[in-house]
């Protein structure tokens, strides 16, 4: 059976908050495996994200991970962070590096008060404490990376530093995926790499969010929301086919876990996990 993950956000606004707090119990019922809450790059929504894991974990009965990323801040900080989750029983974290600031330019010059890569990070925190440690992955390479090779072997580094399993990037075109698992396989990669999927809430939005990735929009997906800018109605039920027709081939191919990037919403994500539980 397919199993499955939440991702969410904590709220920067009043509006925003209501629609995770009313999301969250109808997402909930679906009853995850996990959910997880993201982290401003460098620390910015640190309060705000240990405000929702706190809060959804008092909510809800489901395992909530925090995400945590390195960059900007020194060894020591991260640290007293991790024994501070550790004691709040926040206990699984998605190890990440963050998003490159302007004042830093990539790879990092070492500083040892600094960890440089991923990797370290993920040894540093396991080093504080026995916590579950997911990871990021790039079907179609990191942005920063010279090639898919290169950006495969950083992932593996990853998980030989411990991490329980890898999250990817969204992608559309579910043959990517297929074509990761089998690169990853050849160098010996055997950690589990969850397939990250995104509803399509906003098909603009989305494609400006992809460009930053680097993340394909295939021709056919472009001509599925052709002419869809002010139909919010059609626009939504092609998301939801689409997202259906990803996870159902994903199953069917017996992928244990998908992740999905909810953005805190329970529309189109609540149904395709729905058709999972039925149809497992
Ligand atoms: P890394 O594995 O650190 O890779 C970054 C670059 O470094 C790649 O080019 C890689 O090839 C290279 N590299 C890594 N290790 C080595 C090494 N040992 N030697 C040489 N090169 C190396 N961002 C946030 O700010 N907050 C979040 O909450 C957040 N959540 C995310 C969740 C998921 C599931 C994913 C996939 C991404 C998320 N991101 C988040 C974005 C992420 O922070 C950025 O994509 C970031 O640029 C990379 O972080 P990483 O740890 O995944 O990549």
Redesign the pocket.
């Known amino acids: 059976m397919t199993t499955f993950s939440f991702?969410f956000f904590p709220p920067k606004s009043d509006k925003m908050a209501d629609q995770l707090w009313s999301a969250l119990p109808t997402l909930a019922k679906c009853n995850p495996a996990f959910m997880t809450v993201?982290?401003?790059?460098g620390g910015s929504t640190r309060e705000a994200t240990l405000e929702t894991v706190m809060r959804m974990q008092k909510e809800t009965k489901i395992p909530i991970a925090m995400?945590l990323?390195y960059l900007s801040t020194p060894i020591h900080t991260l640290n007293q962070l991790a024994d501070d989750l550790w004691e709040k029983e926040i206990t699984h974290i998605?190890?990440?590096?963050?998003?490159?600031p302007d004042t830093l330019s990539?790879?990092l010059d070492t500083d040892q008060n600094y960890f440089q890569?991923?990797?370290d990070f993920v040894e540093g925190l396991l080093s504080r404490h026995p916590f579950e440690i997911s990871?990021?992955?790039?079907p179609e390479k990191?942005p920063?990376?010279p090639s898919l090779q290169?950006?495969l072997i950083?992932?593996k580094?990853?998980c030989d530093a411990g991490a329980t399993r890898a999250?990817?990037?969204f992608f559309f075109d579910n043959s990517i995926y297929y074509k990761f698992l089998e690169e990853a396989q050849k160098i010996g990669l055997s950690t589990p790499i969850v397939p990250?999927l995104l509803p399509i809430h906003d098909f603009t939005a989305m494609k400006k969010f992809a460009a930053r990735c680097h993340t394909t929009i295939p021709n056919w997906l472009e001509d599925k929301f052709s002419g869809l800018e002010d139909k919010p109605e059609d626009a939504q039920k092609v998301a939801q086919e689409i997202l259906n027709t990803q996870v159902e081939c994903l199953s069917k191919n017996d992928v244990p876990h998908i992740?999905f990037y909810t953005l805190n919403k329970s529309q189109i994500t609540v149904e395709s996990c729905q058709k999972l539980i039925k149809h497992p």
């Open positions: 991702e993201t982290y401003g790059a995400h990323t998605v190890a990440l590096r963050g998003d490159m990539w790879p890569y991923t990797s990871v990021g992955a790039y990191h920063d990376s290169a950006d950083a992932l580094k990853k999250i990817t990037q990250g992740h």
